[in-house]
């Protein structure tokens, strides 16, 4: 089933963010993952939202989730990630026999 990673996160440390910005889609695609929406300036409609921008990846389940996520790729740049952001990820199921369709799906 086709999982989602929700990441929102409030950038503090803008160089170290575009280090980790310019390597992350080579790695995504390496694993199969697919970068449906970066905002880094989402409009919010309802509620308080205290991040600056966030991102939608889709996976083909989260088996290849966990692939990318702690593959060594994905750890070695994401330690810029780690140290130039605060924020948060939230690994959410799609509907059964919908797959997502990215942009390079």
Do not use: C, N
Request: charge should be negative; charged fraction near 30%; avoid cysteine.
């Amino acid at each position: 089933m086709t999982v989602y990673a929700l990441a929102q996160i409030r950038v503090h440390d803008r160089a170290r963010y575009d280090r980790y910005a310019a390597a992350f889609l080579p790695v995504l695609a390496k694993y199969r993952g697919r970068l449906l929406a970066a905002d880094e300036s989402p409009q919010v409609v309802e509620g308080d939202w205290p991040y600056d921008k966030a991102v939608l990846m889709a996976f083909d389940d989260r088996e290849s989730f966990r692939a990318w996520a702690d593959s060594p790729e994905y750890r070695e740049i994401s330690r810029d990630r780690v140290a130039a952001t605060d924020g948060m990820v939230l690994l959410l199921d799609g509907l059964p026999g919908r797959p997502a369709r990215g942009p390079d799906a």
